[in-house]
């Protein structure tokens, strides 16, 4: 599944066109996004929720040359599925 594929559904069930569905969804995207560089937690009921989680630097090693290398700390989303979500898969 895709955008398109989601936009597609969104416009069907909401009875609204393909470009109203696309700029509500850009715009739920946009928020998530915003809110997440504020390092704030974005939950949905019942679905789960996105985080920002700093990854620490570590030492790691070039696989070709086995050289020690420095990898730097850098920040990753993290989604946590609620347990509805996971118990209904």
Avoid at 6 to 14: H, I, P, W
Avoid at 37 to 53: A, I, P, Y
Avoid at 55 to 78: F, L, M, V
Wanted: proline share 3%; charged share 35%.
């Amino acid at each position: 599944m895709n955008k398109k594929d989601v936009t597609s559904k969104m416009a069907r069930d909401a009875g609204i066109t393909t470009l109203q569905a696309e700029k509500a969804f850009n715009t739920m995207m946009g928020e998530i996004k915003d809110a997440l560089k504020r390092g704030e937690r974005v939950t949905f009921s019942r679905f789960g929720s996105f985080e920002v989680k700093k990854r620490k630097s570590r030492k790691g090693r070039n696989p070709k040359t086995g050289e020690g290398i420095n990898i730097p700390q850098k920040n990753r989303i993290k989604f946590t599925p609620s347990k509805l979500f996971q118990n209904n898969l």
